[in-house]
């Protein structure tokens, strides 16, 4: 059982959506604004957020940043209408673990949404104990002290910059991290940065998993904002 805040100022929408989610048999809650909605965060700490980025009073972005301040593990999936890319894109800077774009499939916002609460609540798990020597996403482990990637038994030696783009990754397996994002994860401040270093270095981790077991990618790309954990078949 998952509880699900749905964020939607207008009720048809969000009606259509409590009736999908409910009938996945979760549990439901709305919120028509973001002041109500924050309060509901801090009383009610629901599974996953399912917020419109159009609402009155605090909008969508505000209200989203503010969450991860609060609660950083929190898992939010964004809503926006067609053609706002621009939006789209600082929502998922913001921290969005996902998004859906209005008109929405039925069947693929449920589906998007069981799939970042399945990601999520091991997120949770991983961030209770951020020390932890390995991160295990079967058939994937890094080991964090030994800086290698497992593919089942099979150890990749990974270097500094392979190591902490997977790490980053790794650690939080919904969450789609923009380029910028990752050279900050990769890269000390000051230290140069070479032009495409996060996707030659993508590549790289693609091919060295790659000769170990063929069709497994360890990194999916999001067209038009960056990069996942994958850990699938191509
Ligand atoms: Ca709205």
């Given at each position: 059982?998952?509880?699900?805040l ?10 259509v ?8 048999g979760w549990r439901v809650r709305?919120?028509?604004?973001g002041t109500a909605?924050l ?12 917020l419109?980025l159009?609402?009155?009073?605090i909008?969508g972005?505000?209200f989203?940043?503010r969450?991860r ?6 898992a ?13 894109v ?12 209005k ?6 916002l ?5 799939a970042?609460?399945?990601?999520t ?6 961030e209770?104990?951020p ?6 996403l ?11 990637l497992y593919v089942?038994?099979?150890p990749?030696?990974l270097?500094k910059?392979?190591f902490?783009l997977?790490?980053a990754l790794?650690r939080?397996?919904?969450?789609v991290?923009t380029r910028d994002?990752l050279i900050?994860?990769m ?6 940065v ?6 030659t270095?993508v ?6 998993v790659?000769?170990i ?5 360890p990194i ?10 994958s850990?699938?078949?191509?």
């Open positions: 059982m998952a509880d699900i749905i964020v939607e100022d207008e009720r048809h929408i969000a009606d959506l409590a009736f999908l989610l409910r009938e996945k709305r919120a028509e604004d909605a309060s509901m965060v801090q009383h009610q700490k629901p599974d996953l957020i399912l419109d159009h609402l009155p009073g909008q972005l505000p989203m940043k969450v301040e609060l609660y950083p593990a929190q939010v999936v964004i809503l926006t209408a067609q053609g706002e890319e621009d939006a789209r600082r929502g998922m800077e913001a921290g969005a673990d996902d998004y859906v774009c008109p929405f499939n039925n069947r693929e449920v589906a998007r949404v069981q970042v609460l399945r990601r609540r091991g997120d949770f798990l991983r209770e104990s020390r932890e020597p390995e991160i295990v079967a058939p994937l482990r890094l080991d964090c002290a030994g800086f290698r089942g038994d099979n990749i030696d270097a910059h392979e902490s997977m790490e790794m939080h397996p919904a969450r991290f994002q900050a994860k890269y000390a401040e000051g230290e140069d070479f032009d495409n270093a996060v996707d270095t590549w790289r981790l693609r091919k060295k790659r000769e077991t063929p069709d497994l990618n999916k790309t999001i067209y038009g904002l960056g990069y996942r954990f850990g699938e078949p191509t």
